[in-house]
């Protein structure tokens, strides 16, 4: 007979009580620790080095010759966001359009002015008047029916900011465009199966989604637009950056600090942009999104 042996028994330790070990990833560490000190060098040198003469720019950086040069920023890109982006849902929806003469018009219009420089497009409008000193409307090849002074039209905002208009019009009708194109052909066919009107369906079924393809590439056009209003001083308009050139020759000695005094306050503007975009896109993320 085979006797048996009894032996303790072996007490599995419950999941609930194993420790959990970390994954090492030693990599992270060092690009982390790689990425603060060149970060900490950067600093450092802004701070410490004097060629960037802090102090003046502590003096000119809230100026009243600086706040109005950003006055005349923001006046120019809020106007010529909002026209930039009516111009680009209209081109965009007559691209969309069957009627072919309003795809061929779009078309011609977004292909001439994205190739045309935005510098080259502003001083051609600051010029325009020696080519055309009166404008008119009416009857093609017939009798004017309204004629007015072009020059008493074209102040130095009013050229900035059509200037900017036709020239992010024709970017932003490309943006609307690849947004509408987003939405699935099914979201259309499924309201045009239930007898929803045109309208209806743009404005509760086809825009809503498309918002959320248009916003991230509209606010880098915006970006741009801000960024863009820089030029405006080649056209006599003392925006911020004009400000900042007219003082800058007067007083050379302080170039540095009122190009760190623009580069800030360019950089505050971003921030804002990028702050209501952020805003923006949880708000057309609605429903969508966790």
Not at 37 to 47: E, K, P, S, T
Not at 102 to 124: D, E, G, K, Q, T
Not at 234 to 254: A, I, M, N, Q, R
């Amino acid at each position: 007979m085979t006797e048996t042996v009894d032996r303790p028994a072996v007490e599995a330790t419950p999941l609930t009580a194993q420790r959990v070990l970390p994954l090492r990833r030693p990599g992270r560490w060092i690009a982390t620790a790689i990425v603060l000190v060149v970060v900490a060098q950067v600093v450092h040198g802004l701070i410490t080095n004097p060629f960037f003469q802090w102090d003046r720019f502590g003096y000119w950086f809230l100026r009243p010759v600086i706040l109005d040069g950003l006055v005349i920023t923001l006046k120019v890109s809020a106007l010529s966001a909002v026209f930039a982006l009516i111009g680009g849902i209209v081109l965009a929806l007559m691209r969309l359009s069957e009627n072919p003469v309003l795809n061929a018009v779009s078309w011609a219009y977004i292909w001439l002015f994205r190739s045309i420089p935005l510098i080259v497009l502003l001083l051609i409008l600051y010029n325009f008047g020696a080519l055309y000193q009166t404008l008119s409307l009416g009857v093609p090849f017939g009798p004017a029916l309204f004629t007015f002074n072009e020059q008493r039209l074209a102040t130095d905002l009013a050229i900035a900011v059509v200037g900017i208009s036709l020239n992010e019009s024709a970017f932003a009708a490309e943006v609307v465009r690849g947004g509408f194109l987003s939405v699935d052909q099914g979201q259309h066919e499924a309201a045009s199966a239930l007898g929803l009107p045109r309208a209806y369906q743009f404005r509760r079924i086809v825009f809503p989604q498309a918002l959320r393809a248009i916003v991230p590439p509209y606010v880098n056009l915006l970006i741009g637009l801000v960024k863009g209003t820089s030029l405006v001083y080649y056209v006599s308009l003392l925006d911020l950056f004009g400000s900042v050139e007219s003082l800058g020759s007067t007083y050379p000695g302080d170039i540095v600090p009122l190009l760190m005094v623009a580069t800030v306050w360019y950089l505050i503007l971003i921030s804002l942009v990028s702050i209501v975009q952020h805003y923006v896109e949880r708000f057309s993320a609605r429903g969508t999104s966790r």
